[in-house]
């Protein structure tokens, strides 16, 4: 933007309070951005605007849990759903429309990939809940859990997660605003070089075999290399851990054996885990492992010493639990049904 304003012959620091404007109060309109002159305001308004997503629908679950349908241009849909706790609020931001990964288990991957959102558009996500929750909700985290693959829509996730960094704008803490990804081993690197965010990492299984099932990303990038990027990851901060998420899925990932092996892959990796309860869908193909299992699996972890989390479902009633995000209705997958439900039947 400053680059912006030089080609127009204007000071670059309007950059700066055009920013605070836009995402620290919330104003689009430039007449109301009192601190520029009169004639500045009247060539922004012939020049330029300030475009957000639209709300095509607002929905509140019984938990508090909230999610907006948002209409790009070009008639995408993306999801972004408000997560209140006690002690923090978490924006879950979508970052493309769909998802080309085809994870088994998750329902964005079911419509396919549209495209990837642009820098605006992600922030957008952010601009948007905060105008709608008002100074009563506070967002103190964000993180890049909502639909599409962050690390492939590189350039305009760290764009957006620059923006959420900055003190003119929404200033969240870099332990506080968070990029998860399916194992993007490259971008993982380059990530590390060019911005200051945290990680998560969805692991999902134990062995190459399993993953390459639930996840065809690992055929690209085995476990073996993604953990090392892991490492590299966090190395030279200790304050520093990566998030691995791990879906339960019923007789599936779920074994007392599952976890050793869980526990002897954390060996050197400074790693927290969320355990998240599978959340289903139709034609899912998948249960949600019983909470004596998922306990039971905690309790391994936990006892050889992995800080771990069971993930509270939240926003299920509404369909904004994670891998429940869809935006756009239809189903533009050709997907035949998971072929564990067709053995198991009964879902
Ligand atoms: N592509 C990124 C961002 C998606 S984050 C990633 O893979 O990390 C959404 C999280 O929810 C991921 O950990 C994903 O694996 C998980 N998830 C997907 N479908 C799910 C489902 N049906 N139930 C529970 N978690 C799911």
Redesign the pocket.
């Known amino acids: 933007m400053e680059a912006w304003f030089r080609s127009l012959g204007e000071k670059p620091f309007h950059a700066r309070q055009v920013l605070k404007w836009i995402h620290r109060h919330q104003v689009t309109d430039f007449d109301r951005m009192t601190d520029l002159g009169k004639g500045l305001r009247a060539r922004l308004k012939e020049q330029a605007g300030v475009r957000v997503p639209a709300v095509v629908c607002d929905q509140l679950s019984a938990d508090g849990t909230r999610k907006w349908l948002l209409e790009l241009c070009c008639g995408n849909r993306i999801e972004t759903v408000y997560i209140p706790e006690a002690d923090r609020g978490t924006l879950c931001v979508s970052?493309q429309a769909g998802?080309s990964?085809d994870?088994a288990?998750?329902?964005?991957a079911r419509q396919g990939f549209n495209r990837n959102l642009d820098a605006a558009e992600i922030i957008g996500q952010l601009w948007v809940a905060m105008k709608e929750l008002g100074d009563g909700q506070p967002i103190t985290n964000v993180v890049?859990?909502?639909?599409?693959?962050?690390l492939t829509n590189f350039d305009n996730v760290v764009a957006a997660t620059d923006i959420m960094l900055d003190d003119l704008a929404y200033c969240l803490s870099k332990y506080r605003v968070t990029v998860?990804?399916?194992g993007i081993v490259p971008a993982m690197d380059r990530l590390r070089e060019v911005s200051e965010v945290s990680l998560?990492?969805?692991l999902?299984a134990t062995t190459d075999e399993l993953r390459d099932e639930l996840?065809p990303v690992n055929r690209k990038y085995p476990i073996a290399e993604l953990l090392a990027a892991c490492k590299r990851f966090v190395a030279g901060d200790r304050r520093r851990r990566v998030t691995f998420?791990y879906?339960m899925l019923d007789g599936v990932n779920d074994s007392d054996r599952q976890a050793r092996q869980l526990v002897r892959l954390m060996q050197g990796v400074p790693a927290k885990i969320n355990l998240?309860?599978?959340?289903?869908?139709p034609s899912?193909g998948?249960r949600c492992s019983p909470r004596e299992r998922i306990d039971r699996f905690r309790e391994i972890l936990s006892a050889a010493g992995l800080t771990t989390v069971t993930r509270k479902t939240r926003g299920s009633d509404i369909d904004a639990?994670?891998?429940?995000l869809v935006g756009r209705v239809h189903d533009r997958s050709r997907r035949q049904p998971g072929r564990r439900m067709l053995a198991g039947g009964g879902l």
Request: aromatic residues 10%.
């Open positions: 970052s998802c990964l994870c288990f998750c329902s964005t890049l859990m909502g639909m599409g693959e962050p998860s990804t399916a998560a990492v969805s999902h996840m998420e879906v998240i309860p599978f959340n289903p869908f899912a998948y639990a994670c891998g429940q």
